[in-house]
């Protein structure tokens, strides 16, 4: 099982050099995990691409369909997370001495912690040095 964050969920959408790996790799998951968190930014970010004129109306829409269609596909699995996340989050941040981590990474490492989840899947260098520094397993398909 394994906890997709946006920046690699957006490879299932944008044709971006990484794409094919991403999709190899899910391809030989057993579950791929999307918390509310990683949805919400992936569709802030197809959003914005739509408003800086990245594509058409039309096309955000049939990207955001794609992104409802995967509920119902395997190997994902949506999860909402509990309020105590941002308690997680703040207990993660508080032991971190003088690590850095940016306050979107720091919730994910508490989704995948309040989740129960070791291993995380991006393409954000930053998160996976967190996630790394965190004790968590990162895979980074290229």
């Known amino acids: 099982m394994i ?3 946006s920046s690699s969920l957006l490879k299932l959408f944008w044709d971006e050099s990484e794409s ?3 999709i190899a790799a899910i391809a030989d998951e057993d579950a791929v995990v999307i918390s509310i968190l990683t949805e919400m930014e992936t ?3 197809l959003k914005a691409a739509y408003l800086g004129g990245e594509y058409s109306l039309p096309k955000l829409r049939r990207l955001e369909a794609q992104l409802a269609v995967l509920r ?12 105590a996340v941002f308690q997680t989050a703040l207990r993660q941040h508080r032991n ?3 690590k850095h981590c940016r306050s979107l ?10 989740l ?3 291993r995380l899947m991006t393409h954000d260098a930053r998160q996976a ?14």
Do not use: T, W
Not at 136 to 142: A, D, E, K, L, N
């Open 116 to 118: 129960d989840l070791s």
């Open 105 to 114: 990474d720091r919730l994910h490492l508490a989704a995948m912690e309040e």
């Open 20 to 22: 094919s790996a991403v």
């Open 43 to 45: 569709l802030v970010q």
């Open 72 to 83: 119902n596909q395997s190997p994902y699995e949506f999860r909402n997370l509990p309020s």
């Open 96 to 98: 971190s001495g003088e």
């Open 3 to 5: 906890y997709l964050d």
């Open 129 to 142: 040095k967190a996630a790394i520094e965190a004790g968590f397993h990162v895979v980074r398909p290229s």
